[in-house]
């Protein structure tokens, strides 16, 4: 875990060793309160971030998913923006077969 990532989770866990109850509410319910627009923008960083992985010279989405311990699938969602579960990725189009010409 980069030194940074240890830090933010430090932050979130002494969270648990605010006293006051009180306190201790009003705190998380900030942070809580604040996670969706940090998400977004996490998940905004980290797709700049595997962008500039695959502007490299010979870089690919299977050799940035080695370097970052991630999957082929995972790093083409990443670069495409897509997260969870889905839900964001466009849909596929399925064509109706085409019928025959009547004769």
Request: proline content about 8%; aromatic content about 2%; hydrophobic content about 35%.
């Amino acid at each position: 875990m980069t030194e940074e990532a240890r830090r933010v989770f430090e932050a979130i866990d002494a969270l648990e060793g605010i006293a006051d109850p009180r306190e201790r509410a009003l705190a998380v319910g900030e942070v809580l309160k604040a996670l969706p627009d940090r998400n977004k923008k996490l998940r905004e960083l980290r797709q700049k971030a595997v962008g500039e992985l695959l502007s490299r010279d010979g870089a690919s989405l299977r050799s940035v998913g080695a370097d970052l311990g991630l999957n082929f699938s995972t790093v083409q969602d990443i670069a495409k923006g897509y997260s969870g579960s889905g839900k964001s990725r466009p849909k596929k189009t399925v064509e109706p077969p085409s019928e025959p010409p009547q004769p």
